[in-house]
């Protein structure tokens, strides 16, 4: 039984001991040994922690509260202990005492009673400093290492080292001398030491096994997957018999094998039969799979449990399984892998391992074409970053049904135990796991950026220290801290220390690129810890692909906080995009990496502090034609805000790089100022109100061989009735019911509205990990909150920038201006070296200069650049060149100044106000200065109009007449006609003289 250590957040060691009683202790100062009963260890475990972190569990009571204890040597240290006695249906007894043992360290006393029967097992020397006293700041909380495998993200860990799964399946065979569909022990034995001598490490067997079977793996080493039958080939909707032998069924197996240490995993079920699942309904299967896993935890808490699934169910994704399992049989690797693809974005977070796959050499292929297949099957599963895969199966004697099977031979080993040629590939590619890639490996340069990120930095680098990878560096760029960042990285002679002064996150990616040596730059966060493949992964999918960069998931780390788990289940937090199963509208920037010569062409903008950096930077190169990928086993912890401020800070810092954003990239906006992707978001599971189900292609008659999910997004209608603009709109309505008070009504439904969503997206949401009673409450506060603070904020930035410095003053112009007299609003220019996109470019890097905030083309508008000059106003550039004789070019730039989207919108609520105070008002005649509202903003926008247009068009002079264009006097030209122009320069006599005439108007100039 291993034992589960809920609240601590404290490293340990582990150990084992032989039973006995007697008092023992725990400190950080020694490690300690001890061995109890498994029910007495799991609940006594709980308890190991320092004061104030333990968390009663279920059954247990305080019994009294002592002012002090005895610590080592017999002196007295002033505490406030707990006794506890243990439940009354554990084998043995047990009692602990916690008290605080000064200087920030905390004993633990456990007195316990042995009882017959008791087995020995492990449980945690923790490290119990407090808090205070940890140096290492914030980390996740890891499960207790035991002898059993655990999940630890995509992956599992046993012990400190990462798991993966090389299984085979065995049997079942005929019936054993004790009737169990095993071989007799003594050739069990040679099975099974054959199996350890092809690298595998796990069993799959169809059948819950016997204690002596259990313990022969676990003096092996092997792991055992147990499937668990019952009747699934029958609609159990509506049957109680067979429902009630379903949980009868896994509640007897988890009762007998759960808990063995061999044991790897229970799967509750294997393959449902399509038409069942159509017939009975998928969410009704759902949640009848969960609760079936309810049960096998209930009494086996510490195993893992899932149920096997297969491609024409894939759309059946309960939600409390430990890991996603697909049996899936597709013999050719390219098709194989891209459906290994689509199923990794189908697990999510989860681990993703394959049940089943195998090749028959009877009559699908030969001997030598089973070896290849199954070496290219297993190359495919961990390349595409699965946990593992069982081969199908160790030998031909296999016995299912009642018969043996005489027409298959799927085995790696004949009947007689003969090994085939697959025997020697599976053993080959079994050692080389997880890392099987014959690709030379670039040298990659990891840079971590970190402003005060001390709590979580050497985290960061002690797992960047453990990576699996031939050739890297760490460059870490310190952008100004003032905390303990540089303490820390004394302590890190082999990382790359680069100190700035604090010029943004941009700037830091910057600097790191152009210091980094290797071929690729990979970006992480100081409050990121990376896999220990994760360099791996991402370089093996970015130099595999055509993409420039990659990235992967980053994962929230559970640091034994409900409030974290909270924040975690709110929206607004960074995730990837898809636009397909390996190609990523975006990633965030805590997990990316680029070719270097990418970087160095593109460059973060420095403009972007805080925020924003990667999606300006990620979109720029999808424009310049370059596309993204994404590695679903690239993974790193990402730790999230973890209160609630931290939080709120996080989004009105998002919100202003989507402020800044939207200038640089107005198509990805709408009209709101929110952005918008094209892909779907991953890892918004669950976040946000879906109105209405799934849909679920089935096939003709529910026969398609692959039935897909397309998972409904989060409803829009519902996000825009939460949003920044409908409480605005609701205050509106509220200054309205001023003059109309029937409008209260509505105000208040307007205001509820929010209010009820939010509550809406808290049911809807995942339970949290860390459950406490204002859980939900928090949950859908954040989704009430978080709109309103990212929407002010984007808001804010923008109305802000919308104001042109006093240095505008300068481009005020002490000559006239060329305009034309047919139309007063177009300046006109005169070269025979450039073009309008010349002229256009060194606006925009002037006006970019002066700071003015701005709008280019996207391809989709019908003008050149938008340049927003004040709240009220904005100026809007539109360009065209006329091609004359002798290649002499005419740039007419037209300059027109109107109202911003915050003027008309002023505008129209003062006339609406206006008229409702006119029409409905019963204060006539005082209620007559109304009509002023809109006049005041009209009076805005004409001051400001005269303000702002004539440094635009100074600026728009300025940069012609450096550039070499000759500005076109204010007088009406005679223009060559329509023939000489058409034909081009020199072509006919009419366009000699076009040209001579309007050289003579500009002065001979040109």
């Known amino acids: 039984m291993s034992p589960v250590i809920q609240s601590s957040p404290w490293p340990g060691r582990w150990t084992t001991w032989p039973l006995r009683s007697g008092l023992i202790w725990f400190s950080s100062a020694a490690t300690e040994k001890v061995s109890t009963t498994p029910s007495t260890l799991k609940d006594m475990a709980s308890l190991v922690v320092p004061v104030g972190h333990a968390v009663k569990p279920a059954g247990w009571r305080v019994a009294r509260r002592r002012g002090c204890s005895r610590g080592l040597a017999g002196r007295a240290r002033p505490c406030a202990t707990r006794q506890v006695i243990g439940r009354s249906h554990c084998h043995g007894t047990s009692s602990a005492s916690i008290a605080h043992g000064g200087a920030g360290r905390c004993i633990v006393y456990v007195r316990f009673t042995a009882s017959p029967g008791s087995m020995s097992t492990t449980v945690p020397a923790l490290d119990l400093r407090s808090p205070r006293g940890r140096a290492n700041g914030r980390s996740r909380v890891v499960e207790g290492k035991t002898n059993r495998v655990r999940r630890d993200g995509k992956f599992f860990r046993l012990g400190d080292e990462k798991f993966f799964v090389k299984g085979v399946t065995y049997g079942p065979f005929a019936p054993n001398s004790q009737g169990q569909y095993l071989p007799e022990p003594r050739q069990a034995r040679r099975d099974l030491e054959q199996i350890v001598q092809l690298h595998a490490n796990v069993l799959r067997v169809y059948h819950v096994p016997p204690p002596w079977f259990m313990?022969?793996?676990?003096?092996?080493?092997?792991?055992?997957?147990?499937?668990?039958?019952?009747?699934?080939?029958?609609?159990?909707?509506?049957?109680?018999?067979?429902?009630?032998?379903?949980?009868?069924?896994?509640?007897?197996?988890?009762?007998?094998?759960?808990?063995?240490?061999?044991?790897?995993?229970?799967s509750v079920v294997n393959e449902i039969p399509a038409d069942i699942v159509r017939f009975v309904g998928r969410r009704r299967v759902e949640e009848f799979i969960d609760e079936l896993v309810a049960t096998a935890k209930a009494e086996a808490p510490d195993c893992l449990v899932t149920f096997a699934n297969y491609p024409t169910t894939e759309y059946v994704q309960p939600r409390q399984i430990d890991f996603v399992c697909f049996n899936v049989y597709l013999e050719e690797e390219r098709v194989l892998r891209n459906y290994l693809a689509r199923l990794q974005n189908i697990a999510g977070e989860r681990p993703l391992m394959l049940g089943e796959y195998g090749l028959d050499t009877m009559q699908r292929c030969t001997e030598a074409q089973q070896a290849e297949g199954l070496c290219g099957h297993i190359r495919a599963v961990f390349d595409e970053g699965l946990v593992g895969t069982c081969i199908f199966s160790f030998t031909d004697d296999w016995y299912t049904g009642g018969r043996q099977i005489e027409d298959w031979a799927f085995g790696l080993v004949r009947?007689?135990?003969?090994?085939?040629?697959?025997?020697?590939?599976?053993?080959?590619?079994?050692?080389?796991?997880?890392?099987?890639?014959?690709?030379?490996?670039?040298?990659?340069?990891?840079?971590?950026?970190?402003?005060?990120?001390?709590?979580?930095?050497?985290?960061?680098?002690?797992?960047?220290?453990?990576?699996?990878?031939?050739?890297?560096?760490?460059?870490?760029?310190?952008?100004?801290?003032?905390?303990?960042?540089?303490?820390?990285?004394?302590?890190?002679?082999?990382?790359?220390?680069?100190?700035?002064?604090?010029?943004?996150?941009?700037?830091?990616?910057?600097?790191?690129?152009?210091?980094?040596?290797?071929?690729?730059?990979?970006?992480?966060?100081?409050?990121?810890?990376?896999?220990?493949?994760?360099?791996?992964?991402?370089?093996?999918?970015?130099?595999?692909?055509?993409?420039?960069?990659?990235?992967?998931?980053?994962?929230?780390?559970?640091?034994?906080?409900?409030?974290?788990?909270?924040?975690?289940?709110?929206?607004?937090?960074?995730?990837?995009?898809?636009?397909?199963?390996?190609?990523?509208?975006?990633?965030?920037?805590?997990?990316?990496?680029?070719?270097?010569?990418?970087?160095?062409?593109?460059?973060?903008?420095?403009?972007?502090?805080?925020?924003?950096?990667?999606?300006?930077?990620?979109?720029?190169?999808?424009?310049?034609?370059?596309?993204?990928?994404?590695?679903?086993?690239?993974?790193?912890?990402?730790?999230?805000?973890?209160?609630?401020?931290?939080?709120?800070?996080?989004?009105?810092?998002?919100?202003?790089?989507?402020?800044?954003?939207?200038?640089?990239?107005?198509?990805?906006?709408?009209?709101?100022?929110?952005?918008?992707?094209?892909?779907?978001?991953?890892?918004?599971?669950?976040?946000?109100i879906r109105v209405g189900g799934d849909v679920v292609y089935h096939g003709v008659f529910g026969t398609a061989l692959f039935q897909t999910i397309y998972h409904r997004p989060a409803s829009v209608l519902a996000a825009m009735l939460m949003s920044v603009e409908w409480h605005l709109l609701t205050g509106f309505v509220l200054i309205l019911a001023l003059a109309w008070p029937a409008l209260l009504n509505l105000a208040a439904v307007m205001f509820l509205t929010p209010i009820a969503l939010a509550i809406v997206a808290a049911i809807q949401a995942p339970a949290p990990r860390h459950r406490h009673w204002l859980s939900r409450p928090l949950v859908a506060y954040l989704h009430w909150r978080q709109p309103i603070t990212r929407g002010w904020a984007r808001y804010a930035v923008r109305l802000k920038a919308k104001v042109m410095k006093h240095e505008t003053g300068g481009y005020r112009r002490g000559r006239p201006l060329p305009f034309d007299p047919a139309d007063e609003r177009t300046l006109r220019y005169w070269s025979k070296q450039h073009d309008r996109v010349?002229?256009?470019?060194?606006?925009?890097?002037?006006?970019?200069?002066?700071?003015?905030?701005?709008?280019?083309?996207?391809?989709?508008?019908?003008?050149?650049?938008?340049?927003?000059?004040?709240?009220?106003?904005?100026?809007?550039?539109?360009?065209?060149?006329?091609?004359?004789?002798?290649?002499?070019?005419?740039?007419?730039?037209?300059?027109?100044?109107?109202?911003?989207?915050?003027?008309?919108?002023?505008?129209?609520?003062?006339?609406?106000?206006?008229?409702?105070?006119?029409?409905?008002?019963?204060?006539?005649?005082?209620?007559?200065?109304?009509?002023?509202?809109?006049?005041?903003?009209?009076?805005?926008?004409?001051?400001?109009?005269?303000?702002?247009?004539?440094?635009?068009?100074?600026?728009?002079?300025?940069?012609?007449?450096?550039?070499?264009?000759?500005?076109?006097?204010?007088?009406?030209?005679?223009?060559?006609?329509?023939?000489?122009?058409?034909?081009?320069?020199?072509?006919?006599?009419?366009?000699?003289?076009?040209?001579?005439?309007?050289?003579?108007?500009?002065?001979?100039?040109?």
């Open 415 to 688: 009947r007689d135990r003969t090994p085939k040629p697959a025997f020697q590939a599976v053993q080959r590619a079994f050692e080389r796991v997880p890392q099987l890639a014959e690709e030379k490996l670039p040298k990659v340069s990891v840079v971590v950026c970190s402003y005060n990120g001390g709590s979580t930095l050497e985290g960061c680098l002690r797992s960047l220290e453990k990576l699996h990878y031939p050739d890297y560096e760490v460059i870490v760029v310190d952008d100004g801290s003032t905390d303990d960042t540089q303490e820390i990285l004394s302590r890190f002679a082999w990382v790359r220390n680069i100190r700035q002064k604090n010029m943004g996150l941009s700037h830091a990616r910057n600097e790191g690129a152009r210091a980094a040596t290797g071929e690729i730059v990979a970006y992480t966060d100081s409050d990121c810890e990376a896999d220990p493949d994760w360099l791996y992964y991402l370089v093996l999918t970015l130099i595999r692909s055509p993409h420039v960069g990659v990235g992967g998931p980053n994962l929230i780390p559970d640091e034994g906080s409900w409030i974290a788990d909270a924040v975690g289940l709110s929206p607004g937090g960074p995730t990837h995009v898809m636009l397909d199963d390996r190609t990523a509208e975006h990633v965030p920037g805590c997990n990316m990496a680029f070719y270097r010569w990418a970087v160095l062409k593109t460059l973060f903008d420095e403009q972007f502090r805080k925020a924003g950096d990667d999606v300006d930077f990620i979109w720029r190169l999808q424009h310049a034609g370059y596309t993204i990928g994404f590695s679903p086993a690239a993974q790193v912890w990402h730790y999230r805000r973890n209160t609630i401020d931290a939080y709120l800070r996080q989004q009105r810092g998002y919100g202003e790089a989507e402020a800044l954003l939207k200038y640089k990239h107005p198509d990805r906006f709408n009209a709101l100022g929110a952005s918008f992707w094209r892909g779907r978001l991953y890892g918004t599971d669950g976040i946000g």
């Open 838 to 1006: 010349d002229l256009l470019r060194e606006i925009i890097r002037e006006a970019s200069a002066q700071g003015w905030r701005m709008r280019q083309d996207s391809g989709w508008a019908g003008w050149d650049l938008e340049i927003f000059a004040s709240r009220y106003v904005k100026v809007r550039i539109s360009t065209a060149t006329e091609q004359h004789a002798e290649g002499n070019r005419l740039t007419r730039v037209r300059v027109e100044t109107l109202m911003s989207k915050f003027c008309l919108v002023l505008l129209g609520a003062g006339l609406l106000l206006s008229l409702m105070l006119m029409v409905f008002g019963n204060l006539w005649p005082h209620n007559r200065p109304a009509v002023l509202i809109p006049l005041m903003v009209w009076a805005m926008y004409v001051v400001n109009r005269r303000m702002v247009t004539p440094p635009v068009l100074g600026l728009i002079d300025t940069v012609a007449e450096r550039c070499g264009f000759a500005p076109v006097p204010s007088v009406n030209l005679r223009l060559p006609d329509e023939t000489a122009t058409a034909h081009g320069p020199g072509t006919a006599d009419g366009a000699g003289r076009g040209d001579q005439e309007i050289g003579c108007a500009c002065g001979g100039r040109g």
């Open 215 to 266: 313990d022969l793996a676990h003096e092996l080493g092997l792991k055992i997957f147990v499937d668990i039958s019952w009747p699934k080939n029958l609609t159990f909707d509506g049957d109680q018999r067979v429902i009630e032998a379903a949980r009868g069924a896994v509640r007897d197996a988890a009762r007998r094998c759960g808990n063995h240490p061999a044991i790897f995993a229970l």
